[in-house]
């Protein structure tokens, strides 16, 4: 969520080809994930899709679990874009639209609907994904509603769990549940929504 | 949704078995979804709970994709109830602590996001699934809020998708995504939130 990129030192050439084979398998959980599922997904199958052996999984992380888990907190600590247009309506409403592109995208789309119902019977992925929602939210909006606070837009202290759900919560239930596209004139409404229930 | 019994002709001793067997059979398929999963359920496990052979369910179903399908529509034909306080205020506020409970009995819990992974997949589950939320969804609020408009609380047509999403999403985000509980203080002021987007 940082904009300030990490400092690296040069890597040594093993160490490089190592970080390549993390990130290729990280890609192959998200393909096989998208394709199969979390409860068909096999630790072979996705060392097959990143052109590795089984052992180079297994060196990396012990269990089918701990794979996926390590593969979407790293999604989750991706560099999202925060809005700064210069008033909170207009941050509010390029966020729904970034969330809108972002619950359309076909791997999020497959993905997401596939760990939550892995989360209702794993307490491990339970934690790990509402940590990452929880931590993504907490993020964005702390910078959106701190500079609305700082132009005097909102009170101090504003942002209760009601208005951050409403950031997502709607929008998640047209896109993923009832598989329905927002028109611009919804997003419009539920920008004005929700900024009246952050004023209230 | 009706709240009128349908009425029947008294059933013959095979009917009656016939009906006993099939609503078995249907119980058996949500226990079976919460403790295993669609990806994972078999027509052999749910006829084993229900004491039946497999026959009993081909004879029935023609694949496992029907069976959960019907299982589904059946549960979301159920008569929900609708409540009339008196007042628009009342009756959302009322609606939402319906919905909470609702979201918060555990073979919805796990059933729910369970399908909707599995909606991301296949076609017919995701219509079936739609076509249940959005006519339970039409029905309860075509009675909420044509009572609204005849004591003249909202205009004539009010109830847009965004309006209708409201209700649900939000307690949706919170329940099943962050597994959170809304407080009394959350619900009352979604209801606030949902009232005030009805009139405007």
């Not at 990396?60 to 809005?83: G, Y």
């Not at 959106?144 to 700082?150: D, I, L």
């Given at each position: 969520?940082?904009?300030?990129?990490?400092?690296?030192?040069?890597?040594?050439?093993?160490?490089?080809?190592?970080?390549?084979?993390?990130?290729?398998?990280?890609?192959?959980?998200?393909?096989?994930?998208?394709?199969?599922?979390?409860?068909?997904?096999?630790?072979?199958?996705?060392?097959?899709?990143?052109?590795?052996?089984?052992?180079?999984?297994?060196?990396?992380?012990?269990?089918?679990?701990?794979?996926?888990?390590d593969?979407?907190?790293?999604?989750?600590?991706?560099?999202?874009?925060?809005?700064?247009?210069?008033?909170?309506?207009?941050?509010?409403?390029?966020?729904?639209?970034?969330?809108?592109?972002?619950?359309?995208?076909?791997?999020?789309?497959?993905?997401?609907?596939?760990?939550?119902?892995?989360?209702?019977?794993?307490?491990?992925?339970?934690?790990?994904?509402?940590?990452a929602?929880?931590?993504?939210?907490?993020?964005?909006?702390?910078?959106?509603?701190?500079?609305a606070?700082?132009?005097?837009?909102?009170?101090?202290?504003?942002?209760?769990?009601?208005?951050?759900?409403?950031?997502?919560?709607?929008?998640?239930?047209?896109?993923?549940?009832?598989?329905?596209?927002?028109?611009?004139?919804y997003?419009?409404?539920?920008?004005?929504?929700?900024?009246?229930?952050?004023?209230?």
């Amino acid at each position: 969520m940082t904009t300030q990129p990490r400092p690296r030192r040069a890597p040594s050439g093993a160490a490089v080809l190592r970080e390549d084979i993390t990130d290729s398998l990280r890609a192959a959980v998200f393909e096989e994930l998208a394709a199969s599922g979390y409860g068909r997904l096999s630790v072979e199958a996705v060392a097959r899709r990143a052109g590795v052996g089984k052992t180079a999984v297994y060196r990396r992380w012990p269990s089918k679990l701990e794979l996926v888990i390590d593969a979407v907190s790293a999604v989750a600590a991706l560099r999202i874009p925060v809005p700064d247009t210069g008033s909170l309506l207009g941050d509010v409403q390029t966020l729904l639209k970034i969330l809108a592109r972002a619950l359309r995208h076909p791997l999020a789309a497959q993905i997401v609907p596939d760990l939550l119902a892995e989360a209702a019977r794993n307490p491990d992925i339970a934690r790990t994904l509402e940590k990452a929602l929880r931590d993504t939210q907490r993020d964005i909006t702390s910078q959106v509603f701190g500079r609305a606070v700082e132009r005097g837009e909102l009170p101090e202290g504003a942002g209760t769990d009601l208005a951050l759900d409403l950031l997502t919560g709607p929008l998640y239930w047209r896109l993923t549940v009832l598989r329905a596209a927002p028109t611009p004139a919804y997003l419009d409404e539920l920008a004005a929504t929700i900024v009246a229930a952050l004023r209230a």
